[in-house]
C-alpha cells in the first residue's frame, strides 16, 4: 500500500493534503482524485465563465503523478 495525497482548488485557491490516504496502487488513487473531482464540483462550481477546479495527485515522496481538471466555458452560440 502507497500513500497519496490530493491537493485540489480552483484557479484561485488552493488546499494541500497533509494527510494522504493509503491505496493499493495509481488506479485506485485516479478513481478517488475523480471522486473528488467530482465531489468539489458539486460544492465549488460557480456560474463563472473560465472557472477550473482541479486534484491534483501526490505520491508519498510529494512527487505531483497525476492531475484531474475540470473547466466551465460558457459560448454563444
Known sequence: MARY????????????DEIGIEYAG?????????E?????AKDSLQ????????VEVRNENGDKILRLSLSLNVTPI
Not at 36 to 40: A, F, I, N, V, Y
Not at 47 to 54: R, T
Request: overall charge negative.
Open 5 to 16: 495525497y490530493f491537493d485540489s482548488g480552483d484557479r484561485n485557491d488552493a488546499v494541500e
Open 47 to 54: 456560474d463563472l465563465d473560465g472557472q477550473q477546479l482541479f
Open 26 to 34: 495509481l488506479e485506485e488513487a485516479r478513481r478517488a482524485g475523480l
Open 36 to 40: 473528488g473531482l467530482k465531489d468539489l
